[in-house]
């Protein structure tokens, strides 16, 4: 998975090309895919995937698991459509979905893109178009859940580098140009894609990471078959036959990660990157500024940036989880300089390790 991620040697592919392969990347957190790609490439540049988000040939929106990930506008038609039933499914525990439940949810998703065909708006600007027909708290609801309503991304310039701003809404019909299609796609060919990305792994482990269900059935017949094998712990996984397996013993540097990467949530057995079950800080925010790292190819700590008040320091505070020796604590300082040099390249850098 290390070496398939490419977390064992930085590439050299462009961003949209290694975001592909990767059939995308977790972006709650707007900025965490900037640190998720710095961390895979060689001389990556934040204005890389900048212009990428501005031109619209990728965005983010609600896809697999109904999370929002980061897409090539072509897997995120076909990831959306394949999603659905998950985006649309609402939550009795959550007020604007039982707010949703007795509204007249056709009429409602009609006047949302209505609302929103003249271009994006953020969510109180959308509420205040419900309004009138809809009354104040059902308008609410379906600007804070617009997307169970349409198919919508989240628009520019939030994701963007140095930018930020508002969540805002936009159908993909006018940020797009197009339609989500009618038929989703056979997700046979994204699960495929998700092996040569994150195998081997079991049918359980496509599960979690898509929230698709009877995969079993759609990979028996998958061809050419596929390999298949049983990991350590007795659970059958599967792989592309021709896919390449890592030589065991080669070394694993210290990466550090998003507070979001795929990594983390794309298994539902997620003990080859958490042996010690160390619970994930999965923390709001609009990324870049906190995550986990990797030591050894596992799982180790979190870590925080801070820059002072002048701007003229940046400080990454690492905190491990486990005591480490002399030589681990300077691997992770000087992958530590680096990450600083690329999230504040005009300040002076600082790392600083806790106790483990």
């Known amino acids: 998975m290390l070496a398939r991620q490419q977390l064992l040697t930085r590439g050299t592919d462009s961003p949209a090309a290694l975001i592909d392969r990767l059939v995308g990347l977790q972006a709650q957190a707007p900025l965490a895919p900037y640190v998720a790609l710095w961390s895979r490439l060689n001389q990556f540049a934040s204005e890389q995937l900048s212009e990428l988000m501005r031109s619209r040939a990728y965005v983010r929106g609600h896809a697999m698991r109904s999370t929002i990930h980061l897409l090539s506008a072509d897997d995120f038609l076909a990831l959306r459509a394949l999603s659905d039933a998950a985006v649309g499914s609402l939550s009795g525990q959550v007020w604007w979905a039982r707010a949703l439940r007795q509204a007249d949810r056709p009429a409602l998703a009609a006047d949302v893109r209505a609302a929103l065909a003249g271009g994006p708006l953020p969510r109180v600007a959308l509420a205040d178009r419900l ?19 349409t198919g919508c991304v989240q628009s520019t310039p939030r994701g963007v580098w140095g930018q930020g701003g508002p969540v805002a809404w936009a159908t993909v019909e006018q ?5 989500l299609p009618q038929q989703p796609p056979s997700p046979v060919a994204f699960l495929l894609r998700y092996l040569a990305a994150f195998g081997p792994a079991s049918i359980a482990d496509m ?41 065991p013993d080669l070394p694993a540097p210290v990466r550090f990660l998003p507070e979001y990467d795929n990594v983390h949530v794309a298994y539902a057995h997620r003990e080859r990157i958490n042996p010690h079950r160390f619970p994930t800080p999965l923390l709001p925010g609009t990324g870049a500024a906190m995550g986990t790292f990797l030591l050894d ?31 681990n604590r300077s691997r992770i300082e000087r992958e530590g300089v680096a990450l600083l040099g690329f999230l504040a390249p005009a300040a002076a850098p600082e790392v600083h390790i806790a106790r483990g």
């Open 175 to 179: 940020w797009l140009g197009t339609e």
């Open 297 to 327: 190819g596992v799982f180790a700590g979190e870590w925080k940036r801070q820059l002072s008040t002048d701007g003229h320091t940046a400080t990454l505070a690492v905190k491990p989880y486990r005591p480490l020796t002399a030589r």
């Open 131 to 149: 309004t009138g027909r809809w009354g104040a708290e059902l308008a609410s609801a379906a600007a804070t859940a617009v997307m169970v309503l």
């Open 207 to 247: 599960r979690a990471w898509s929230g698709w269900p009877r995969l079993r059935e759609l990979l028996d017949q998958a061809k050419p078959p596929l390999r298949r094998f049983r990991s350590e712990h007795g659970r059958e996984l599967l792989d592309l036959p021709d896919a390449p397996l890592a030589d």
